[in-house]
């Protein structure tokens, strides 16, 4: 089956700075790449998702890059904020089924 | 957006006794949805994909006749914990995929916080 992994468990930046986590997963057949954020005791959200015919997608301050040759694929987040301090899942999805990885808990100092 | 519901939000209950997790999609139509276990600071687990008018697919390693499932119609599927023990206490989330368009995207369920005592 699939295996994501994910880097780094923890990430600590100060406001403003700029925050990459990176995923990788084995299966080439997992077409369809979501991030997720979830603060605590909340439901996982939909912050961005890219699709393995295209390698690169931004929205205002978030940005996913997907290299499909190599299998892994990044969540970039610039100008950050006290708020997008959460924990971010990554997954790779096939046929519809998601693998998560075991999500990087973003810190971000005022 | 899609929304999904889930309820009870958090249960508490006595070893032995079984409970239901019910997850809806309140504005659209989830042919499959999934249930996916979720320990503190942990990730998400995926427990089994549901899907509307058949059996569930349980992954690896999880019981089937411990954790029911039904998906009776398009917006409704239930999870029964049947004799909950302490070791099944967790976060339980639900997520449904919307079916219009073959959508991919899944989207979770505000999840159950279970107890047993």
């Known amino acids: 089956g699939e295996n994501v992994e994910q880097h780094p468990s923890t990430l600590s930046v100060q406001e403003g700075d700029s925050a990459v986590i990176k995923c990788t997963y084995s299966d080439s057949a997992s077409n369809y790449f979501p991030w997720y954020k979830q603060e605590l005791g909340k439901r996982p959200q939909l912050i961005i998702d890219?699709?393995?015919?295209?390698g690169e997608k931004k929205d205002q301050r978030i940005a996913v890059t997907l290299n499909k040759t190599a299998k892994h694929f990044s969540l970039h987040i610039t100008e950050t904020q006290p708020e997008d301090s959460a924990v971010y899942f990554c997954?790779?999805?096939?046929?519809?089924?998601?693998?998560f990885g075991d999500g990087t808990t973003l810190t971000v100092k005022p | 957006g899609a929304v999904v519901s889930q309820h009870p939000s958090w249960v508490i209950c006595k070893s032995g006794t079984s409970v239901k997790i019910e997850c809806r999609s309140l504005?659209?139509?989830?042919?499959?949805m999934f249930w996916y276990r979720q320990f503190p600071k942990q990730s998400l687990m995926l427990m089994a994909t549901?899907?509307?008018?058949?059996?569930?697919?349980?992954e690896q390693g999880v019981e089937k006749d411990k954790f029911l499932i039904n998906h009776a119609s398009l917006t409704l599927s239930t999870l029964t914990v049947t004799s909950a023990h302490p070791e099944d206490s967790s976060f339980y989330i639900c997520?449904?995929?919307?079916?219009?368009?073959?959508?991919?995207?899944?989207?979770f369920g505000p999840g159950t916080r279970l107890l047993v005592l």
């Open positions: 504005d659209f139509q989830a042919t499959t």
């Open positions: 997520s449904a995929r919307d079916a219009a368009g073959g959508g991919e995207t899944q989207y």
């Open positions: 890219i699709r393995s015919n295209v």
């Open positions: 549901s899907n509307e008018g058949s059996k569930a697919t349980y």
């Open positions: 997954a790779a999805t096939e046929t519809g089924k998601s693998t």
